[in-house]
């Protein structure tokens, strides 16, 4: 049971061995509780115990039996895993595709434990500050001017976070490795001798047709499935390999391309009546497919007015949608929801 409570104002009593309870100290204080640390195991006095409505047993403290017994009763525990290390961190955490129910345990679990979180989804997952109670959460989506923080000046504010021993988060939509930066913002922390760790996210590119009822992969319909980017130009050798793999081929950030890029599929060798959809913000409530073929799936797009975040899906798999069922014999079809 995931409980979700407002901690302003309550007195905090952060029990453990000297030097070990200073993250937990931090967080509790960010998110507006008084807090008293006791760092030996008798220290827990009738007064503390009295003023105290929450015990947070850090580390070796939660064997601390004079502690327990002292607090037993009265006031309510909380035990803390290992300590944090002295030094700061980077956790990279993949927040999934749209809603925070598809984050994963070990990422609301980093959030949790999170100094800073620097985030450019916070539509997407949802109130970001309410998974991570004390942390300053920076969203580097935008400036004061509206504009994207460009990437070499996130990277500088997470490893200057990091070096001065705070905890980072960098929160970053469906998988940070699938077309996320993922890798140079690891790359980045390395280089500054930071240690970092990776949770993966559950990536649009399988997600989202999922969402729509399109499996990506078909037992006797496609095994093979290729991810590709529609932000760079699909050259007609890259065109021509993909057509003659067969397959599923989804491509994210492709809705300012999809023109050329279905021209291309067809130029050459893909059917023009393969089946093809746009699914459109997935997994919120404004999801929307639209379902028609390569040939007519651009012209569908354009009446439809469908624009970005959306993943477009090319192949047999589409036909296993429902989507595709309810389409039986119209040329194209939209979908909300
Ligand atoms: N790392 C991300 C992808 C980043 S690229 C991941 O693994 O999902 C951004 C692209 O992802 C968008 O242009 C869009 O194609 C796709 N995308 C992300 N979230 C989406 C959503 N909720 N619905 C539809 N497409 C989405």
């Keep these: 049971m995931l409980i979700e409570t407002d901690i302003a104002g309550l007195p905090v009593l952060v029990i453990g061995p000297i ?3 200073d993250a937990a100290e931090r967080r509790y204080r960010r998110a507006g509780a008084q807090v008293i640390s006791v760092q030996s195991p008798d220290a827990v006095t009738p007064v503390l115990v009295e003023w105290a409505g929450l015990a947070v047993l850090v580390d070796a403290a939660r064997d601390w039996g004079p502690a327990r017994a002292a607090l037993a ?3 309510m525990l909380v035990e803390e895993e290992a300590p944090h290390a002295a030094r700061g961190r980077v956790v990279l955490v993949g927040a999934g595709p749209g809603s ?3 984050l994963t345990l070990d990422g609301l679990r980093a959030l949790a434990d999170a100094d800073v979180v620097l985030t450019d989804r916070l539509a997407e997952v949802g109130d970001v500050a309410a998974l991570a109670p004390g942390a300053e959460v920076i969203d580097v989506g935008k400036l004061p001017g509206h504009h994207a923080v460009p990437q070499t000046e996130i990277e500088r504010i997470m ?3 990091a070096l001065a021993g705070l905890t980072v988060v960098r929160l970053k939509g469906g998988d940070p490795y699938v077309f996320g930066r993922g ?3 690891v790359a980045a922390a390395v280089g500054a001798g930071v240690p970092v760790t ?3 996210g559950v990536s649009s590119a399988v997600g989202v047709p999922g969402a729509a009822g399109i499996p990506v992969t078909h037992r006797g319909v ?3 499935v290729t991810v590709i980017s529609g932000h760079v130009p699909l050259e007609d050798h890259r065109a021509t390999a993909l057509a003659q793999l067969g397959g599923t081929v989804v491509v994210l950030m492709g809705m300012n391309n999809l023109v050329p890029i ?3 599929l067809e130029r050459c060798g893909l059917d023009a009546d393969t089946p093809a959809a746009v699914v459109e913000r997935g997994f919120t409530p404004d999801q929307r497919s639209l379902v028609g073929t390569l040939g007519t799936l651009p012209g569908l797009v354009e009446r439809r007015g469908a624009a970005s975040p959306a993943v477009i899906v090319i192949g047999e798999v589409v036909r296993q949608s429902e989507v595709w069922a309810r389409r039986a014999g119209a040329r194209e079809l939209e979908v909300v929801g």
Excluded: F
């Design 19 to 21: 030097g070990l309870t």
């Design 183 to 185: 890798g140079e913002e």
């Design 222 to 224: 496609s095994h093979v």
């Design 73 to 75: 009763g009265s006031v």
């Design 198 to 200: 990776v949770l993966p």
């Design 159 to 161: 490893v200057e976070r």
């Design 100 to 102: 925070a129910g598809l």
């Design 262 to 264: 279905a021209a291309a």
